[in-house]
C-alpha cells in the first residue's frame, strides 16, 4: 500500500467548496483572535484542556438530546478548539494543523486496507480485529495503550473489554458473561458479611465491570444507559418538588412515591 500515492489522489478528488470555504475562514479568524484578542493571546494548552472537556460533554448532552441545532453548534465549538490547539503548536514551530491532519489522514489509510489495499473482510467484527493488529504492528506495546486514563470509569472498563475482545481475550456466550455477574454478586454478599470495607469495594467493582460486559454482549452502551437514567430520575424527582403540596422533608417515602410514579405517566403519555 502505497500510502503518499493514495493521499495524492485524495486531494485531486473534487470537494465541496462550502465546506472548505468555511474550514479556511476559521483558520483565518483563528489568526486574528491569536493576534488581537487579548484573552485568546493567552491562552495555551493547559488553559484550553478543561475547557475542551467541558465542550465534549455539551456535544454528549447535545448527542442524548438528538438536538441537531445543538449538535451543530457543539461540533463548531470542538473544531475550533481543535483549530486554537494547533495554532498554537504551529506558533511554537511544533506542527500545523495540516500536520496534525496529515496525520490522522494517513494512519486511517493505513487501517482500512480493506478499503486502500487489497484486504478482504466479512464484517464488522474483522475491520475492528485488523484495526488492533495494525495498531501492534505501528509500535503499541498493548491493545491497551489507546485506553486513555482519563476516560471516565465506566466508559474506560467498556472500552478496556472491547479492546482485548479484539483478540481473543472473550467469553463465547452471554450466558457466560450473566453467570459472572452471580458469581460476582455473591462474592459481595460475602464481602459484605466480613465488614471489611476495601474488600467490599473490591468486590462491588467487580460487580460493575461484570455488567459492563454483560452490556456489551447485550450491544448496550452502559455509559450511555445509566446517563438515560440519571436524567429519567432528575426529571421524576424535579417533578416530586414541583408537585409537592408541602416540603418534601415533612412527607413520607409513600407519598414521594405516589408523585414518582405520576411523573412516569407523564413521560409514558409524552412518549405516545
Not at 493571546?41 to 447535545?62: C, G
Request: glycine share 4%; aromatic share 8%.
Amino acid at each position: 500500500m502505497n500510502i503518499e500515492a493514495i493521499l495524492e489522489d485524495l486531494r485531486n478528488r473534487p470537494s465541496g467548496p462550502e465546506n472548505t470555504e468555511a474550514f479556511r475562514v476559521l483558520l483565518h479568524i483563528m489568526d486574528d483572535l491569536r493576534d488581537k484578542c487579548p484573552w485568546d493571546k493567552k491562552q495555551t494548552f493547559l488553559s484550553l484542556r478543561n475547557l475542551t472537556i467541558e465542550e465534549m460533554y455539551e456535544l454528549a448532552d447535545a448527542l442524548l438530546e438528538n438536538n441537531y441545532d445543538d449538535i451543530k453548534e457543539e461540533i463548531g465549538d470542538i473544531m475550533l478548539h481543535m483549530i486554537f490547539y494547533a495554532k498554537i503548536a504551529d506558533e511554537e514551530g511544533r506542527f500545523t494543523i495540516g500536520d496534525a491532519l496529515l496525520t490522522v489522514c494517513r494512519k486511517l489509510i493505513h487501517r482500512h486496507p480493506h478499503i486502500y489495499g487489497d484486504t478482504t473482510v466479512k464484517d464488522e467484527a474483522e475491520v475492528k480485529k485488523n484495526w488492533e493488529q495494525l495498531k501492534l504492528q505501528e509500535g503499541k506495546k498493548s491493545v491497551l495503550q489507546g485506553v486513555s486514563n482519563g476516560l471516565p470509569a465506566l466508559v474506560k472498563s467498556y472500552r478496556m473489554q472491547e479492546k482485548v475482545a479484539q483478540v481473543g481475550f472473550e467469553w463465547d456466550h452471554i450466558d457466560q458473561v450473566w453467570e459472572k455477574v452471580e458469581e460476582e454478586i455473591g462474592e459481595l454478599k460475602e464481602a459484605i458479611t466480613s465488614g471489611d470495607k476495601e474488600h467490599i469495594e473490591h468486590e462491588f467493582g467487580d460487580i460493575l465491570f461484570a455488567l459492563v460486559n454483560y452490556a456489551r454482549f447485550l450491544k448496550i452502551d452502559p455509559e450511555t444507559a445509566l446517563e438515560k437514567v440519571n436524567k429519567r430520575f432528575k426529571s421524576r424527582f424535579q417533578y416530586i418538588e414541583n408537585h409537592a403540596t408541602e416540603a418534601l422533608s415533612n412527607m413520607s417515602l409513600e407519598e414521594m412515591d405516589v408523585l414518582w410514579n405520576e411523573a412516569k405517566m407523564v413521560e409514558k403519555n409524552q412518549k405516545k
